[in-house]
């Protein structure tokens, strides 16, 4: 299987097997090795008391950012540090879109930056997550092409 063709398997795995995703209305736009964007809409129930997004909505999405492009290389891989900082209100109906960058990979560590925006573009948090990459193959009966 090509490279791509992996990517696209595990993160399928993955978010078949994550209802908290499901839950939130996770849409894959796109994934690649190395590489996601998310897309979701928020609603009602995800707002706070101050009729704005949950800090959770947007750490959850930018997580599941993370984990998706993280593992995308067909090896499994859990954070291990992750910090978010919201820069703008998010209310209902926004649409945000998570877009990863791979900042430094190794056979064992991956640091990713993950941006948050809404709809018009702006940046509403912006997510730094570090993985461990535990040299598991999310498909061990299968041998890599090359």
Not at 5 to 17: I, K, T, W
Not at 76 to 82: D, L
Not at 125 to 133: C, I, Q
Request: some cysteine; overall charge negative.
């Amino acid at each position: 299987m090509d490279a791509q063709g992996l990517a696209e398997r595990v993160v399928a795995r993955m978010y078949d097997n994550d209802p908290f995703s499901i839950w939130l209305g996770i849409e894959r736009v796109h994934v690649a090795p190395g590489s996601c964007l998310l897309r979701l809409v928020l609603r009602a129930e995800m707002l706070n008391g101050f009729a704005i997004a949950h800090g959770g909505i947007t750490y959850s999405l930018a997580d599941s950012c993370l984990a998706f492009a993280s593992n995308s290389y067909g090896i499994q891989a859990v954070s291990v540090e992750t910090s978010i900082s919201h820069t703008k209100p998010v209310k209902e109906g926004d649409i945000l879109t998570a877009a990863s960058e791979e900042m430094s990979l190794t056979n064992r560590i991956g640091i990713y930056h993950i941006t948050v925006t809404n709809q018009r573009g702006e940046t509403v948090a912006l997510f730094k997550g570090t993985v461990y990459r535990t040299g598991k193959p999310w498909f061990p009966d299968e041998q890599p092409t090359a």
